[in-house]
Structure formats: structure tokens, C-alpha cells
């Protein structure tokens, strides 16, 4: 989330408004992940969910010698021969399989993958079935904690610093390049074969930026002085009066309401009425509209009483902690109190770190280097 308006960073408002306003009609194409990225993140929840029970090392019996939960052992295969052969779907016993199209048919049980999952699988082996370099180490099964922190931990690609990648050099007579992103956009369009659509009418344009900026369409006003202005900055012109809107707060809060799961009642059965929910709601649409730095905003939240004692403001901020479930009249106390905790810190984690750690609450994470 991006508190400061990006009126003041030509840069990241051109990075938004690209992205999500989008001038330019074009195809859309997912980015371009790394080999541990996409095996981890695409392929792996699918062996996890279907095929782990009867595939991996942990499973009471392991079925036809074949195991899914690491690398090493998806290229090696089972007791029929390899599972896949890298960038040639049709000879890969695990498709056919999967796809229920030859003898042998999982997950067994009658069930079968979705048409989604198996173009996911099938994706995966026509780009060579990538996975990381160290393939033979990285476990993408549960792993076996020793008690601490190792240094295969530590090179966890989640946690690796981000980059700044180098801005490729494209050329196109049909499409005008007019800032890097256009560069990135450009040259994976070449890369896939495709071509950008057509620039989006002015008309189409308007109506996009409004409903992206401040969640609300134009009126026909609106639109005719937009028609009508011929200055060349006009488009950054109509960007920067609908970021100085109110209901720019408006809209973009209501991002961050949902991720800190705000609410203006308790939830369960009673599920009473929060008199002055309110108050933390219009602190979080404040704060987009002031250009609340966002080190102060997540400061406030989690310490504005400890931190900036004798604010108001900040006191407001600290409701963040209080907009989990809660029944006035359990009689579980000790209980409540505990589902409590566990929320602020699974929301907490996920809202200002971006790592789930609710795994961790009765084991060490299975996945990522989280001990319990």
C-alpha cells in the first residue's frame, strides 16, 4: 500500500497508473517468475492438496515408489519411470494421468484436477520443469527443523533483498514508448508473439482513470472538458485533480480496512455494535488524503499510544488491535482471550510483513523458515 500520493513521484504514479489505469490497452501477460518462484507458488499447493497424501515422505505408504515433496524426486519419477520428461508434455506420465487420458488415472478416487491445475502442470513441463538450482536440497515438502534459523533459510527467495531489474531495450514502429514500464510491458509482448492493442479512445480513457482513482464514473461535465482540452498534460493534469479528491481516500482505505479486517460490529451470534468503529475508519481515509508517510501510518497502528503519547490521532490508530471477533458474553474468557492474540498476530503478520505465520501457531512452518 502507497500512503504518499504519487503526484509527488513521477516515477511510482507512472507505475500505477500503467498498471491499473492502463493508457494503453494491452494484452495482459503474468511477469516472468523465477524457477523456485513458479514451482513453489504454482505447482507445489498443487501436489500439496492432491497428491502428498499418498506421494511424499510423509505419507503411510508411498504409493508406486513416487514422491512429489521435493525437486530432486519429481525429475526422478517412480516405480513406472520418470513422471515428467522436461519440455515434453505429451511423453509425461504424470499428465496423462492427471488428465485421466491413459491407464493409469490420479488422484485415485474418482476425483480428478481441475482444467486449470492440469494447464498449470502442463505449462510447468513444456518450459522444461523448472526448479531452483540447488534442486536436490530444497525440499518443497514439510521440512525437518533442527531448532533454528539455517542458512538454507536464510536464502529463502522471499526473503532475498528486492532489485531494481535492468530496463529492457525495445523497438516498435506501432507502439510509443513513454516511460520504462512501457519497456517491461513491450518486451514481453514480443517475447509471447503479441502485439499492444490500440492507444484507448480519450472517452474510454476518462472513465478508466475515475473509476481506478477514486472509485466513481465521470460525469458528462467531466468528460466533455476532458474531450475538449487539447493541452498536452492534460491526462496528468486529470490525474492530479482526482488524487487532491477526497473520495481518493475513500476508495484506496478501503484496502486497508479489509487487509486489518475492520468491522462496525462484534461478529457471532450477538455481534453488537461498534459505537465508534468509525473513528479508525476515517483515521485510515485521513491518511491517504493527507499523505501520511507510511513509516508514521504503521507506527501509529502498532505502538501510537507508546510512541506518540498525548495524540489523539494516534491513539485512533491503535483500534487496529481491536477490530478482531469478540462475544461480550463468553463464557470461554481464557479461551476468547487466546483466539484473540492468535488473530492480532496472524493479521498482523500478514498486513505489515506479508508472511502468513498461523502454520506456526502448533508446528514450524512446513514451508517457510518460520520455527513454531
Known sequence: MTVNKLSKMPTALRLVLVATVAVRCVVAVSAATSDAELFERKIQPIFQQHCF???????DKINGGL?????AAVLAGGDTGPAIVPGKPGES???SAVKHTGELKMPKKGEKLSAAEIATLEEWVKLGAPAPKDSANVSAG??????????????WWAYQPIRNPAVPEVQSAKFKVQNPIDNFILARLQKEGLQPSPEAARATLIRRLYFDVIGLPPTQAEVAAFLSDTSPDAYEKLVDTLLASPRYGEKWAR???DLVRYAESDGYKADDYRAHSWRYRDYVVAAFNTDKPYDRFVQEQLAGDELFPGQPEALVATSYYRHGIYEY?????RGQWQRIIEDITDTTADVFLGTGLQCARCHDHKFDPILQ
Open 142 to 155: 514439510p521440512k525437518k527443523r533442527t531448532g533454528k534459523i539455517t542458512d538454507e533459510d536464510r536464502k
Open 255 to 257: 484496502h486497508w480496512l
Open 93 to 95: 506420465l504424470l499428465l
Open 67 to 71: 514422491v512429489l515433496d521435493s525437486f
Open 53 to 59: 497424501k499418498c506421494h511424499s515422505h510423509s505419507a
Open 329 to 333: 458474553n463468553n463464557r470461554d474468557v
